[in-house]
């Protein structure tokens, strides 16, 4: 099976100031279509840095990233902004909600910029905010919901345009650990019905349930094993 992602060799350098900080140093990996990957490290490790360059949000210093066999140094950033609408969804601890749009618009916006025929749109994102469990809560603000429902808001603002892959950075870190849970089990449905998912963790028990664990330090991979293994990170 051809991989969705490749990561080959990749370097990250950021600009701090008058010096240059290495997020990443020669990291080479690859995702399965369906594959459910957990990605985890101490703060710095570089596993954000990594999730970025994964989802189009940013380029590599040095090194190759394919997504499903384009190399991505090889589009511009209209191309890599089409990318990202059509094939990658993104979760993030912060939720990322537009206060200003109600959830229905919120969950839309992916197919607004693909200029996606408006009763179509809004019929595919209630129907997604069904399937969170949201259907009621269509036309509330973002401020008007708990932290749990932004989630779920999150994720099916992730799912309207059919992604191949969904990219998750810490999706239940402002969460207590019951509504973690709930998202968790959200996110490993996505799974089970074919969509890859990438999840950024602090969390050894939730990333211990993912297929594959990977784990970094200091911008390197020091594991890539089951997650029955002992992992480092």
């Known amino acids: 099976m051809s991989a969705l992602i490749e990561v080959r060799d990749v370097h990250k350098t950021h600009e701090m100031g008058e010096r240059d900080v290495q997020a990443l140093a020669g990291v080479s990996l690859s995702v399965s279509p369906g594959e459910y990957l957990a990605i985890m490290g101490a703060s710095g490790s570089g ?51 537009i206060p200003q749009l109600d959830v229905v618009e919120n969950v839309e916006l992916p197919l607004v910029y693909q200029e996606a025929d408006r009763s179509a749109r809004r019929e595919r994102a209630l ?28 994720i099916a603002r992730a799912l309207v345009a059919e992604p ?36 950024v963790t602090h969390d050894r028990e939730r990333a211990r349930r993912a297929e594959r664990l990977v784990a970094m330090r200091d911008g390197r991979i020091v594991f890539d094993a089951a997650p029955a293994a002992t992992a480092e990170g």
């Open 47 to 97: 596993k954000t840095t990594l999730l970025h360059l994964m989802g189009c949000l940013d380029r590599p210093s040095r090194g190759a990233i394919r997504f499903d066999g384009t190399e991505l140094a090889e589009l511009d950033d209209d191309a890599l902004s089409d990318l990202r609408s059509r094939r990658i969804g993104f979760v993030f601890q912060a939720f990322h909600l």
């Open 164 to 199: 191949a892959v969904v990219l998750a950075d810490e999706p239940t870190g402002n969460l207590d650990s019951r509504t973690g849970d709930e998202i968790m089990a959200l996110l490993e449905g996505l799974h089970a019905g074919g969509v890859a998912i990438v999840l």
């Open 127 to 154: 129907a997604l905010l069904g399937r969170v469990g949201l259907g009621d809560r269509a036309g509330h603000r973002p401020n008007q919901l708990s932290g749990g429902e932004c989630q779920r808001v999150a």
